[in-house]
Structures are given as structure tokens and as C-alpha cells.
Nanobody
Framework: QVQLVESGGGLVQAGGSLRLSCAASGSRFSIATMGWYRQAPGAQRDRLATVYSDGNTHYADSVKGRFTISRDNYENTVYLQMTSLKPEDTAVYYC??????????WGRGTLVIVSA
């Protein structure tokens, strides 16, 4: 079992930056992929960024060039550096982890509000 705890959300003005963190804990797990998703009110949950075990990354077009995903394999933590934030980035941000055995885990989410 893996527990994920996100942090770093909050209220920021448009054009500002935030850094989200997601720490994984548990016993006897090895992480393959780590990623960030978000869900705005009334909308579906969208994938934003993924970082694979080999360090390769993938970004949604909506955040490419503004958001950067990174991971610390020693600390089992994934980060999302968000810059040039826009009001439409307002959402609950979730982290997702997939272990090498293929098990999927989600965090509870952290709220990001970007004011105009």
C-alpha cells in the first residue's frame, strides 16, 4: 500500500508561481511513473504531466512551457513547478503514482486558485 500526500496548493495571482509536492510513503514499493492531474469544477480530470522511471517526461499542451515536473527517487517525491499561472489553471491538483507491479495510487488533491 502506498500513501500519497500532496502539498503546496493555495491562492496566487495570475502570472505567479507555485510548486506542488507529492510524497509517497508505505512499505516495499517501487515507483515506475509519477504524474500530476487536475480537475476543475464540473470538468473531467485531466492529465498534466508525467515523469517516467527513466526520467523522460510528458506534458499536456495546456501546460507545456509553463509547468515542469520532476522527481526525487530517493525521497519518493514528485514535484510540479507551475509558472505563469492563469485563472483557468484553477483546479484541484492530484498526484498519481504507478508502481512497477502496475498498482495505481492517487493522492487526495490540493487546491490551486489563481485570481485574475
Amino acid at each position: 500500500q502506498v500513501q500519497l500526500v500532496e502539498s503546496g496548493g493555495g491562492l496566487v495571482q495570475a502570472g505567479g508561481s507555485l510548486r506542488l509536492s507529492c510524497a509517497a510513503s508505505g512499505s516495499r514499493f517501487s515507483i515506475a511513473t509519477m504524474g500530476w492531474y487536475r480537475q476543475a469544477p464540473g470538468a473531467q480530470r485531466d492529465r498534466l504531466a508525467t515523469v517516467y522511471s527513466d526520467g523522460n517526461t510528458h506534458y499536456a499542451d495546456s501546460v507545456k512551457g509553463r509547468f515542469t515536473i520532476s522527481r526525487d527517487n530517493y525521497e519518493n517525491t514528485v514535484y510540479l513547478q507551475m509558472t505563469s499561472l492563469k485563472p483557468e489553471d484553477t483546479a484541484v491538483y492530484y498526484c498519481r503514482v504507478v508502481t512497477i507491479e502496475g498498482y495505481e495510487y492517487w493522492g487526495r488533491g490540493t487546491l490551486v486558485i489563481v485570481s485574475a
